[in-house]
Each structure stands twice: as structure tokens, then as C-alpha cells.
């Protein structure tokens, strides 16, 4: 089954380019959301509240705003949380492998991610999507549909690589990859439509 990851720094589309990709049939896979749903179990509760104390969790849920005010301006707590949820989502994604291959009998399967290149995950990967756009235009989608301030809009784009450094890793694994220059305009479609 062939593997195709969709990245790209924050606020560039990624989810948009999943949802046309899903529009077309095509099976799409967040990790993010993927990520967000071990919060709730035993170990990885347990794991969270010894790295950022037991007020992390509020009325037994997550305090997503708490915990993203702290990994965002933090780098070795992000690297912690995600070093903590990165079996979770391996052993997540295998599943769904084997469900998308061997069950559905599908060939090709997408992965969006924000972090995947930092973890190492893209080496599992036969090709790469790396969705750009303007930083002014970026940080104006994210400011106005996400509610985060400028401020941690810049922080949160900082801790994210760039494209040269990403360009070169995937270079050194032999990953081919497309660059999709996305400015919110309908013009993506025809960047993506090989994908179709």
C-alpha cells in the first residue's frame, strides 16, 4: 500500500487538502486527532499529570488551552508529550494499515500531520505533500478561526521546521515529495488533482 503524509506548518491547509482529499473518496487519516484521543487513557493520564501536574486535567478532561500555552512555549514538554504519545500512534496507524489494506483492499492511504517530521514518522512514508502558504496569510486564518493570539501564533510556528530542512531529510531518504503553494484560493485543487 502506498503511504503519502500531508505536512506543512501551521495554518497552511493541511486539513483542507485532507478534506478535498476525502471528497474524492480518498482515505485520510489525522494524527492529530488520533493523537488527542489517548489523552483519556490509563497510563498516558497518569504519564501527563507527573509531567504537568494534576490540574492539567479539569472535570477529568484534558485542558487543551493549559496544555497548549505550556508545550507551545516549551520545547522539552513538547518533545516529552510527544515521545509519550509516540507508541499510541504507531500502533494506531499499523492498525489502520492493515484495516485500509488487507480488509478494504485500498492501495494508497493519506496521513496529515504536524509533527510527523520531528518524530521521525515520515521515514515510513513513500512520498510527502508539504502544504505552504504566506506566513501574513497563515497567521490571519489561524488568529481568526482558531482564536490564538499573534504572539502564539508566532510561537507555535517557530517550534515547526523548514521547508530546506525538511526539503533535506526527506532528500537524504530517497521520500519523494510535492510542494503544494496553497494562497485560499481554488488553485489547490489543481495542485492536488494528481492525488484524485
Request: proline residues 1%; hydrophobic residues 35%.
Given at each position: 500500500?502506498r503511504k ?42 497518569a504519564e ?149
Amino acid at each position: 500500500m502506498r503511504k503519502i503524509g500531508i505536512i506543512g506548518k501551521i495554518g497552511s491547509g493541511k486539513s483542507y487538502i485532507s478534506q478535498l482529499l476525502r471528497e474524492q473518496g480518498k482515505n485520510v487519516i489525522d494524527l492529530d486527532s488520533v493523537a488527542k484521543s489517548f489523552y483519556d487513557v490509563k497510563y498516558v493520564k497518569a504519564e501527563m499529570k507527573n509531567i504537568f501536574g494534576d490540574d492539567i486535567y479539569f472535570e477529568n478532561k484534558l485542558n487543551n488551552k493549559k496544555l497548549a500555552d505550556i508545550i507551545f512555549n516549551d520545547t522539552e514538554k513538547l518533545e516529552q508529550v510527544e515521545k509519550l504519545l509516540k507508541p499510541y500512534i504507531l500502533d494506531e496507524l499499523h492498525r489502520e494499515y492493515y484495516q485500509q489494506q488487507i480488509i478494504n483492499n485500498q492501495d494508497v492511504i493519506f496521513v496529515e500531520s504536524a509533527t510527523m517530521m520531528k518524530t521521525g514518522l515520515y521515514k515510513d512514508f513513500d512520498e510527502i505533500i508539504y502544504v505552504d502558504a504566506p506566513y501574513f496569510l497563515r497567521q490571519k486564518h489561524v488568529v481568526e478561526k482558531r482564536g490564538v493570539s499573534e504572539e502564539d501564533f508566532k510561537n507555535r510556528n517557530d517550534l515547526q521546521m523548514n521547508f530546506c530542512d525538511i526539503r533535506y531529510l526527506l532528500e537524504k531518504e530517497n521520500i519523494a515529495y510535492n510542494f503544494v503553494d496553497n494562497n485560499y484560493t481554488d488553485d489547490i485543487i489543481r495542485d492536488i488533482k494528481c492525488y484524485f
